[in-house]
C-alpha cells in the first residue's frame, strides 16, 4: 500500500480512536451511576439514622417494662398485705390502700406511655423496613448500571485493542521521518491531516487549488501538500 493511502487509513484509526475514548468519557451511564451512589449513601445514612432511633426504643421500653415488673410486683405485695388479714389497724390499712392506689395510678400511667412507645416502635420499624427495601433496590439497580457499564467498556476496549493494533501495523511500513512529520500535523491541525480534494478544493481549509496541483494529486501517490493550510491532499480513488 503507498504511504499516501497508509496516511489515510492510518487518520482514519486516530479518529475512530479518538471517538471511542471520548464515548467512555461521555458515557451516560457514568453520570447515571454518580447519582445511584449517592442516593445509595443517603439512603443508608437514613437507615443508619432510622435503626438507632428503634434500637433506642426498644432500650427504653425494655427499661419501662422493668418498671412496670416492678409496680406489678408492688401492687401484689400491697393487695396481699390489704386482704390477708394481717393487718386490722385502720390506720396502717389505710396507708396501704394509698400505696396502692399511688402504685395502680403510676402503673397505669406507665403502660399508657408504654403503648405510645411500642406504637412508635411499630412505626420507626417499618419506616426501617421501607428503607432497607429501598436501599435494596437502589444497590441491586447500582450493580446493574455497573455491570452494562463494565460490559460497555470492556466491547470499547476490545475496539481500542483493534485500532491499536492496526495504527501498529501502519507504524510498522511507514518511515520514521514520515511518522513524525504525521504526528507534527495531528497536533498542529487538530486531527485533520490528510483531506480529500472536491471540486478543486482542500476540504480542509475550503480554498480552490491551483489546476495543476490538483492534478498532481489525481495522478500521483507522492505526498502532495496544500499550499495554503499544509495539509496533505488525498483523491479518493
Known amino acids: 500500500m503507498a504511504t499516501l493511502e497508509l496516511l ?15 464515548s467512555i468519557e461521555e458515557d451516560d451511564i457514568v453520570g447515571e451511576i454518580n447519582i445511584l451512589k449517592e ?5 443508608k445514612k437514613d437507615w443508619s439514622q432510622k435503626n438507632k ?3 433506642d426504643l426498644k432500650h427504653q421500653i425494655k427499661e419501662e417494662e422493668f418498671k ?5 410486683r408492688k401492687e401484689k405485695d400491697y393487695q396481699q398485705q390489704l386482704y390477708s388479714g394481717a393487718t386490722s389497724n385502720p390506720k396502717e390499712l389505710q396507708k396501704l390502700q394509698e400505696k396502692l392506689d399511688t402504685t395502680l395510678e403510676s402503673k397505669k400511667e406507665l403502660e399508657d406511655e408504654l403503648l405510645e412507645l411500642m406504637l412508635e416502635l411499630e412505626a420507626k420499624e417499618d419506616e426501617l423496613l421501607s428503607l432497607r427495601e429501598n436501599l435494596d433496590s437502589k444497590q441491586e439497580e447500582l450493580i446493574k448500571l455497573e455491570e452494562d457499564y463494565q460490559e460497555g467498556n470492556t ?8 485500532v491499536n493494533s492496526a495504527k501498529e501495523d501502519i507504524f510498522d511500513k511507514l518511515e520514521d521521518e514520515m511518522i513524525s ?6 497536533r498542529r491541525k487538530r486531527g485533520r491531516v ?6 478543486g478544493y482542500c476540504m480542509g481549509c475550503r480554498m480552490l487549488l491551483p489546476v495543476n496541483l490538483v492534478e498532481e ?7 502532495v501538500y496544500c499550499e495554503n493550510c499544509g495539509r496533505i491532499l488525498y483523491w479518493r480513488r
Open 53 to 55: 432511633e428503634v434500637e
Open 194 to 199: 490528510v483531506v480529500e480534494v472536491s471540486d
Open 217 to 223: 494529486v489525481k495522478s500521483s501517490e507522492e505526498i
Open 8 to 22: 489515510y487509513q492510518l487518520e482514519k484509526l486516530d479518529k475512530e480512536d479518538k471517538g471511542l475514548k471520548k
Open 68 to 72: 412496670d415488673a416492678r409496680l406489678i
Open 39 to 43: 442516593a445509595v449513601l443517603s439512603i
Open 155 to 162: 466491547k470499547i476496549n476490545q475496539e481500542l485493542d483493534r
Open 181 to 186: 512529520k504525521y504526528e507534527d500535523l495531528y
